[in-house]
């Protein structure tokens, strides 16, 4: 392994903001970790965004501090079925902070994110399970119609394609 994909990898784990791609930064929290490597790879290598994952959605959250917040990323893939915060709890708190910084950012931050481009960070879900779909219109009606699924498992082919899509 080279020296700066290891460096990489640790800035992935600790939230550091790597290099920037032309396409879109992409955060990716899903507990199982050959689909966050593949989806890393994939989005990285064929797609040309930004890709930084986590493993747990508990870290993923904790992450999120002043340098890095959920509006500096253009995309969230969010696994659903994970251990210790869903995807759907996690959903919930990371409206929460999407929604502050944008407040914040419209009153008096002159660098936010969403303020530049004027556009809210997309939250897409992916699953393997039908059943997700039909919870996910029950605990968010209003919001529903907008959401984005993407099923698991995807080529990256199709999965570029649809990110590609969403942003």
């Known amino acids: 392994m080279s020296q700066h994909n290891e460096k990489e990898r640790e800035a992935d784990k600790v939230g550091v903001e790597p290099p920037r791609r032309n396409r879109g930064r ?99 879900f992916m699953t393997a399970y039908e059943v997700y779909f039909e919870a996910l219109k029950e605990l968010f009606p209003d919001s529903y119609p907008s959401m984005c699924f993407i099923k698991k498992p995807s080529s990256a082919e199709d999965l570029i394609k649809r990110i590609s899509k969403e942003l």
């Open 26 to 124: 992409i955060l990716v929290i899903d507990d199982e970790e050959d689909v966050t490597f593949f989806l890393k790879e994939a989005l990285e290598q064929s797609g040309g965004f930004e890709v930084v994952t986590f493993n747990d959605p508990l870290v993923a959250l904790s992450s999120f501090n002043d340098n890095n917040k959920p509006s500096a990323y253009d995309l969230i893939l969010l696994d659903i079925k994970m251990p210790n915060m869903d995807g759907f709890e996690l959903y919930q708190e990371l409206q929460k902070r999407i929604d502050a910084a944008g407040a914040a950012s419209d009153s008096t931050d002159s660098r936010g994110d969403q303020a530049k481009n004027g556009k809210k960070t997309k939250i897409c």
